[in-house]
């Protein structure tokens, strides 16, 4: 994960620093998933773009099966957020740090850590409002699908 330089000033003063984090501003949520990435998750829509709170996401819908939302949070990483509902259990999505958080009721989010004090969060939930193992099996799929296009 890139982490903070120290770029020392013209005068020679002590060195100010400088962020190497790479950043989600340039990211389209709803591209990241392609139209194969989308028929190998299941999913036969194409996503609608949403704004949760400030953060842009994306969400796909299934009727009356299930529903996925892919959020890009500039402002907020891992330790930022409220993981306390749940079960929260800690993973390795591709070179990116993760939380698996299984609610109840057929839910299950994964977050991934982009550094930077940046996530990405990708939510599932299944229109019966049941099964929160197969929606953390779907969260985790597509999890693994977006995260080679993260920074």
Do not use: Y
């Not at 709803?30 to 194969?36: A, E, G, M, N, V």
């Not at 796909?60 to 509902?85: H, I, K, R």
């Amino acid at each position: 994960m890139p982490g903070i330089s120290h770029a020392a000033p013209a005068d020679g003063g002590p060195p100010a620093p400088t962020s190497s984090a790479p950043s989600l501003a340039k990211l389209d949520p709803c591209t990241l998933l392609s139209p194969q990435d989308r028929s190998s998750a299941g999913l036969t829509v194409p996503g609608k773009p949403k704004t949760i709170g400030e953060a842009r996401a994306c969400d796909w819908t299934v009727p009356s099966a299930f529903g996925v939302t892919v959020t890009l949070d500039e402002t907020n990483g891992l330790a930022n957020l409220d993981l306390s509902d749940g079960k929260r259990t800690k993973k390795d999505v591709g070179s990116h740090q993760a939380v698996q958080v299984s609610g109840r009721r057929g839910t299950c989010a994964v977050l991934l850590d982009v550094g930077g004090g940046q996530s990405v969060q990708v939510d599932v939930n299944n229109a019966n409002f049941a099964d929160s193992v197969l929606a953390c099996s779907r969260a985790s799929d597509v999890a693994g699908l977006v995260e080679p296009k993260l920074p």
